[in-house]
């Protein structure tokens, strides 16, 4: 603390992301990142790219990869925003489109970083609580509001919602925007992108990518937003009040090379949901619960087990998982899907433990 901290941040609470430990050999499925790389020819663009136009500023505008997006989704690329991270094109949206004199809604158990912009930038917001078994059921999300937000699948519970529950929702909240968080739509959920297409695009729904996790880009920064384009020109207003060259060289020509691998993320997600229904069945002969999950991670319970027991005695053994102590949620675990590899080490911690 020092005195010359302003209000607001004396007041903040800062998001916590999940431990990037230095430990070496250690199985690592606590920030749901990809256990493959990226797709070579990412890399390659890196490579080719880092030289000695590094001196000048890059595109500002990143047209080339909204570009790409936009042919990848059958998008106009006047309806495609990008950021630094989806983190940062969440806080352009918070600012620019979720800012409003109502309450912003998202679930109470929910990506935790809601709450964090919210109290950053002044934003009256309400939590709607999840159903018994943990879903989302957009009845609860009554009118007037000043915004919905939320991940499909959510994160951390891994369960989603259909597309035609997403379009029941758009026609009954037609005042304010809906912001779906797509972050882990490749693994087994369907995008709400093709709502966006040609004119029947409603003027109210955006929605969020990163390329964080089935891209395999954690560490290159980089996320979009797709919507109409009158969204998209108030969140480039935000951008350009902020930072106007978010994407470095070296992000905007990975993220196109990577945009343009369709092959290497169907490959990888495929082999990641194939890991994913093998664990499940495998903790359910240990007596774990684990909800039905369509992202690269799981949520999972074992009755009668505490949480943060099970939690230390992995990390014990060298495995990294993520524990919440929030209410309701405190016994269970959210186990990012690694390889083959990592997923048997995890279960044999776990017979070793409960022996
Ligand atoms: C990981 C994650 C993000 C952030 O991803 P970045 O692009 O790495 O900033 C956004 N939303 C949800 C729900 C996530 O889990």
């Known amino acids: 603390m020092s005195r010359f901290w302003s209000p607001v941040v004396q007041t903040l609470t800062p998001y916590v992301p999940g431990e990037q430990p230095q430990m070496q050999r250690l199985v690592k499925l606590n920030t749901n990142e990809s256990p493959y790389g990226p797709s070579p020819k990412a890399l390659a663009a890196i490579q080719e790219q880092n030289n000695e136009d590094l001196r000048l500023y890059p595109d500002p505008e990143g047209a080339a990869l909204k570009q790409a997006i936009a042919k990848l989704h059958g998008l106009d690329p006047k309806q495609v925003f990008l950021g630094n991270g989806s983190d940062e094109v969440l806080a352009h949206v918070f600012v620019g489109l979720l800012k409003h004199s109502k309450p912003v809604y998202f679930p109470d158990i929910t990506y935790s970083f809601y709450p964090v912009y919210c109290k950053l930038f002044g934003i009256d ?11 989302i ?3 609860d999300y009554k009118t007037p509001n000043g915004g919905i937000i939320f991940p499909n699948p959510n994160a951390p519970t891994g369960r989603a919602i259909s597309r035609s529950e997403i379009e029941s929702l758009l026609a009954r909240n037609t005042d304010s925007v809906v912001v779906i968080d797509e972050a882990y739509v490749d693994y087994g959920t369907g995008s709400c992108i093709p709502l966006l297409r040609g004119n029947a695009c409603p003027d109210n729904l955006l929605v969020v990518h990163t390329l964080s996790k089935s891209r395999a880009l954690a560490g290159l920064r980089v996320g979009f937003a797709v919507g109409h384009p ?9 951008k350009n009040s902020f930072n106007s060259y978010p994407l470095g060289r070296l992000a905007q020509a990975g993220a196109m090379a990577a945009i343009e ?20 069945s495998e ?19 074992l009755p009668g087990h505490s949480g943060a027991a099970l939690y230390q005695a992995l990390r014990e053994r060298g495995i990294i998982v993520r524990h919440f102590k929030l209410a309701r949620i405190e016994d269970f675990l959210r186990i990012t899907i690694g390889t083959d590899e990592q997923s048997s080490e995890l279960v044999a911690a776990l017979k070793e433990i409960l022996a």
């Open 125 to 135: 917001y309400q939590t709607v609580a999840l159903g018994e078994n943990f879903e």
């Open 137 to 139: 059921d957009t009845a």
């Open 230 to 238: 009158d969204l998209i020109e108030g969140l480039e207003r935000v």
């Open 261 to 280: 691998d369709q092959a290497h993320l169907e490959k990888t997600s495929a082999k990641v949901m194939q890991t994913r229904a093998k664990l499940v």
């Open 283 to 301: 903790l359910s002969s240990l007596g774990f619960e684990t909800l039905p999950s369509t992202a690269n991670f799981i949520f999972t319970r």
